[in-house]
């Protein structure tokens, strides 16, 4: 399968920033979360950053803006790629690069190829979404097998009634 252009663009300006290794972070847009999810992003921030690494999501307040301001204070580089054809408020001012998407699919599209490794923050329905077509994309061989680690206790019943 050929590389979508603005996943492809996303790596690039990411290499010119020297972030070679990209974490997609997948979590809620409504709240950072609860307290423990909060300050286990810190710590979890400090100890995967390093030179050379960025985080990619969805440009959007909570756990997004969270973990693009918590990578940034660690050193790394945060890339927002929002959908244009949503009303939801992008956080501009706590990523380094935005690369807006036309619609969720195109959005979906690009956070799935660009992924190193996935970080899994907790969410809602759009958050399920991610995961699935991510672990989808990698069963049916459109990608490579790629770590997601899952922070919290948010997604255990989830994961162990989904099989995943």
């Not at 959005?107 to 399920?128: K, M, N, T």
Request: include cysteine.
């Amino acid at each position: 399968m050929e590389v979508h252009p603005k996943a492809e663009a996303v790596r690039q300006q990411a290499a010119a920033r020297s972030a070679t290794f990209l974490y997609v972070v997948f979590g809620s847009s409504v709240s950072a979360g609860d307290t423990a999810t909060t300050c286990l992003l810190e710590p979890c921030m400090r100890s995967l950053v390093r030179p050379g690494t960025a985080i990619v999501n969805g440009g959007y307040q909570g756990t997004m803006t969270a973990s693009a301001s918590a990578v940034r204070r660690a050193g790394g580089t945060a890339i927002g790629v929002p959908c244009a054809n949503l009303e939801d408020a992008i956080a501009y001012e706590h990523f380094d690069l935005v690369f807006p998407a036309t619609d969720h699919w195109e959005r979906l599209r690009i956070l799935i190829e660009v992924a190193d490794a996935f970080i899994i923050l907790p969410g809602g329905i759009g958050s399920i979404v991610e995961i699935a077509a991510a672990l989808w994309s990698t069963d049916r061989g459109f990608g490579s097998r790629r770590p997601m680690l899952f922070l919290g206790n948010h997604w255990k019943e989830w994961l162990r009634v989904s099989g995943a």
